[in-house]
T-cell receptor, first 115, second 115 residues
Framework: AQSVAQPEDQVNVAEGNPLTVKCTYSVSGNPYLFWYVQYPNRGLQFLLKYITGDNLVKGSYGFEAEFNKSQTSFHLKKPSALVSDSALYFCAVRVWKAAGNKLTFGGGTRVLVKP | DARVTQTPRDKVTEMGQEVTMRCQPILGHNTVFWYRQTMMQGLELLAYFRNRAPLDDSGMPKDRFSAEMPDATLATLKIQPSEPRDSAVYFC?????????????FGPGTRLTVL
C-alpha cells in the first residue's frame, strides 16, 4: 500500500528566510508526487508535481521540490518565504500506471511565516 | 476563470436528517472526486467518477453515503441518515482525462455539522 508522511505538523519561519516542508513516501512502484496548498476556508490548490525526468521541479508562487528516490523524499522548498505563504501544505502520491490506485495525501503541515 | 463550485458552503443539521451536497465540476472536466477532511483523519478520498461512471467508492461508508452524477455538470453526495461523526468539510474536485496523473481542481468545500 502507498503512504505519505509529513513528519512536521507545523513549521515556523521568519519572512525572508528559506522554507522547507518535508515529505517522505512509500510505494511499490514508480510514484507520481504532488504538492497542494490550502488557505483558510478554501479548497486545495495545486502547486507542483513530479512525474519523471528532472529531480528538481519548479511550481507556482516560487515553490520548488526535489525528488530523491534513494531517500524516498519529495521536500517542498522556497528560498525566501512570504507572510502570505502561511497555509496548510499537503504532499500526495500516486503510483505510476497502477490502475485503480488512489491519490494518497499526507496529514498536512501548517506553515506559519512571521513578519 | 473556471472554478469548481459547491453548495451549500455550510450546513448544520440534526442527527438522522438527510444531507445532500452538490458540486459543479469545471466544464469539460470528465473526472470528479469527493474528499472528506477532518482533523483526526486528514483528507480522505470517498469516491471518484470518470465520464459520470463511478470508478472507486471504496472510501465511502456504503450504508449511509451515496454519490451520483446525474449529468456532466452535477455531482451529488448524499448522507442518509446523517450522524455526528459525519461532521467534516467535504470537498469536490475535478480534472481532465488523466486527472489521476495531473492536477485536480478543488472546490471551496461544504462544511457539515451534524448535531
Amino acid at each position: 500500500a502507498q503512504s505519505v508522511a509529513q513528519p512536521e505538523d507545523q513549521v515556523n519561519v521568519a519572512e525572508g528566510n528559506p522554507l522547507t516542508v518535508k515529505c517522505t513516501y512509500s510505494v511499490s512502484g514508480n510514484p507520481y508526487l504532488f504538492w497542494y496548498v490550502q488557505y483558510p476556508n478554501r479548497g486545495l490548490q495545486f502547486l507542483l508535481k513530479y512525474i519523471t525526468g528532472d529531480n528538481l521541479v519548479k511550481g507556482s508562487y516560487g515553490f520548488e521540490a526535489e525528488f530523491n528516490k534513494s531517500q524516498t523524499s519529495f521536500h517542498l522548498k522556497k528560498p525566501s518565504a512570504l507572510v502570505s505563504d502561511s497555509a496548510l501544505y499537503f504532499c500526495a502520491v500516486r503510483v505510476w500506471k497502477a490502475a485503480g490506485n488512489k491519490l494518497t495525501f499526507g496529514g498536512g503541515t501548517r506553515v506559519l511565516v512571521k513578519p | 476563470d473556471a472554478r469548481v463550485t459547491q453548495t451549500p458552503r455550510d450546513k448544520v443539521t440534526e442527527m438522522g436528517q438527510e444531507v445532500t451536497m452538490r458540486c459543479q465540476p469545471i466544464l469539460g472536466h470528465n473526472t470528479v472526486f469527493w474528499y472528506r477532511q477532518t482533523m483526526m483523519q486528514g483528507l480522505e478520498l470517498l469516491a471518484y467518477f470518470r465520464n459520470r461512471a463511478p470508478l472507486d467508492d471504496s472510501g465511502m461508508p456504503k450504508d449511509r453515503f451515496s454519490a451520483e452524477m446525474p449529468d456532466a455538470t452535477l455531482a451529488t453526495l448524499k448522507i442518509q441518515p446523517s450522524e455526528p461523526r459525519d461532521s467534516a468539510v467535504y470537498f469536490c474536485a475535478s480534472g481532465e482525462q488523466g486527472a489521476l496523473y495531473n492536477e485536480q481542481f478543488f472546490g471551496p468545500g461544504t462544511r457539515l455539522t451534524v448535531l
